[in-house]
């Protein structure tokens, strides 16, 4: 599986609270950002996995909304985690 307890754990212990604070928009855009990462990178070179692509644009409409959620909370937070991970909107 590509991704590990312990890699989630570190994903989580770099992006949020703590290895156990799973809960953090901090934290799940950390994740989810790692997870479409991968799944992006299946599908060039399997295109026609079209599950595939269908499972990349829900993480990617969940990322967003979480962005959403965050900026409407605190735009530093945003900004920062923005900028750490490299998403452009």
Known sequence: MYLSPEKKAE????HGKSETDTGSPEGQIALFTYRINHLSQHLRSNRKDF?????LVNLVGKRRRILNYLKAKDISRYRAIIAELGIRK
């Open 11 to 14: 994903i989580f212990k770099k």
């Open 51 to 55: 599950a595939t692509e269908r499972a």
